[in-house]
């Protein structure tokens, strides 16, 4: 499955971090080998239709507060705004900081992820708390899914609405939050 991961602040990276940990129990037990294609951040984005190297991209951000200096394929800002859009991923996960006064940047990359066909998984609370009916509804007419998980949570949603259990997010399973068309 690949995915696009909008936002690589903390909760981004976190699911970096997940990804590369759970890697082998998620192709063991579900079949599910997650593939980051872009990483999109607030100075740049880095992109490899291959799959990027979840700990290059960690050490680039720590390095240079971006990943848009990924070596290779590193991309200024300007690129960024199409790139929801135009690259070939299943989902779109957004990991945008929370704003409730509009709901951005997170509402505008929910709304583009899921009108170019994406499914998304967003741990962004903003354009829910404005705008979950109109999102649910525009994903339920492309028959996609919107799903709305916390942190710890945020693999279940790339896999299935069900929870799972692994060692690392068992004991935060109960707080999850969800929302589902």
């Known amino acids: 499955m690949r995915i696009i991961l909008v936002g ?16 082998d129990w998620l192709i063991k037990t ?7 294609t872009t990483i999109i951040d607030s100075q740049g984005l880095c992109r490899d239709n291959n799959g990027l190297d979840l700990a290059l991209a ?3 951000k720590e390095k240079y507060g971006t990943v848009e200096k990924y070596p290779r394929r590193g991309l200024a800002r300007t690129a960024s705004s199409r790139a929801i ?12 900081p929370s704003n409730f006064k509009n709901g951005e940047p997170g509402m505008s990359n929910i709304k583009q992820g899921l009108t ?10 903003g354009p829910l708390a404005l705008a979950m009916p109109a ?25 299935t609405a069900s929870r799972i259990t ?3 997010t068992r004991a935060c ?9």
């Open 30 to 36: 579900y079949g599910f080998e997650p593939q980051v």
């Open 58 to 60: 960690l050490r680039t």
């Open 85 to 96: 859009t135009e690259e070939e991923a299943e989902v779109v996960v957004e990991t945008t």
């Open 135 to 159: 999102l649910l509804e525009m994903a339920g007419h492309k028959k996609l899914q919107l799903r709305y998980v916390l942190l710890v949570t945020i693999l279940s949603g790339l896999i």
């Open 116 to 125: 170019s066909g994406k499914h998304v998984v967003t741990a962004n609370k």
């Open 166 to 168: 692994t060692p690392s």
């Open 8 to 23: 690589f602040g903390n909760v981004g990276r976190s699911l970096a971090r997940l990804l590369i940990t759970e890697r």
């Open 173 to 181: 399973l109960a707080t999850s939050g969800y929302a589902g068309a």
